[in-house]
């Protein structure tokens, strides 16, 4: 398999150290491994040029932000498929390259498990099937995912976004245009959860809802939407509230309101597992 392993990094020259030497320990060494800095200032650039033995392509430069980083690792991979796997993020394993090469698999996005770095580690396993059901409320993780290169030249992410591009990917790509899809019994990452996108669930479920309301029409939306709130919100009376205060305009204050709330409140009331993690 041509795989290219596209790295995005700024400032963030401990994560970088990880990953370089995560890819470096493969006993198969992807096609290319292809890291796109931002222009960092704390010795990563020097970190890049000592290790070329690793590292096929590499840049650093400013950019308009993490979207375009991606589609600027899309532009230089010259292999069948990507893989994003970003300062901080690591292989599950050194033999990881290998056994997706011996998967045999070849459909246009194959997703294996991702290992979510948190106490205890906890394993995210991809559907066997995608739906508009799963990707409604959830989705795939790029760190496991192995997309096809011409498939993100087709459809690169929205740089308007800031969090959620990568959601509205998979949403086009399986839903829309209903590439294949295929799955590997395969740990394929160790996924950092201190990155952007993990530490700002809230604002990523705002951005995801314009995202949803830009792409899917009403008469199929309304059909999902509260399905999707149980998922994301749970079931109770105070939980379901939450739902309703994302659809106003001052869903944020009263949010850290009810949230500082709760967290206080959570040692004694009914749910506190939800209760703990919004506070994440």
């Not at 060494?29 to 290790?51: H, K, N, Y």
């Not at 997706?100 to 906890?122: K, N, W, Y």
């Not at 991809?126 to 011409?150: K, N, V, W, Y």
């Not at 597992?273 to 919004?278: I, M, P, S, T």
């Amino acid at each position: 398999m041509k795989i290219s392993v596209i790295t995005i990094n700024w400032n963030n020259a401990a994560g970088l150290r990880k990953t370089i030497d995560s890819v470096a320990s493969q006993t198969v060494r992807p096609f290319e491994f292809i890291v796109v800095d931002g222009g960092s200032t704390d010795g990563a650039v020097e970190m890049l040029q000592a290790a070329e033995g690793v590292v096929t392509d590499w840049v650093s430069e400013p950019d308009k932000g993490i979207y375009n980083a991606m589609n600027k690792g899309v532009a230089r991979a010259r292999g069948d498929w990507c893989i994003f796997m970003n300062s901080g993020d690591s292989f599950s394993g050194p033999t990881v390259i290998a056994d997706l090469d011996a998967s045999g698999a070849s459909a246009d996005i194959i997703c294996g498990h991702a290992m979510i770095q948190e106490t205890p580690v906890r394993r995210k396993t991809p559907p066997s099937e995608i739906s508009l059901d799963f990707l409604f409320s959830g989705s795939l993780c790029h760190q496991s995912a192995l997309i096809r290169t011409s498939l993100l030249r087709e459809h690169p992410y929205d740089e308007r976004l800031r969090i959620v591009s990568d959601r509205k990917f998979f949403l086009q790509a399986l839903v829309l245009d209903n590439c294949s899809y295929e799955t590997v019994d395969v740990d394929i990452a160790d996924y950092d959860i201190s990155g952007f996108s993990a530490q700002n669930r809230f604002a990523s479920e705002q951005e995801w809802a314009g995202v949803l309301e830009s792409m899917i029409p009403y008469r199929i939306r309304v059909d999902y939407g509260r399905r999707a709130a149980g998922a994301l919100y749970g079931d109770s009376d105070y939980e379901k509230l939450f739902a309703e205060i994302g659809r106003r305009k001052w869903r944020k204050p009263v949010y850290r309101l009810v949230r500082g709330l709760l967290l206080l409140l959570a040692p004694f009331v009914k749910g506190a597992r939800f209760v703990k993690e919004l506070g994440r």
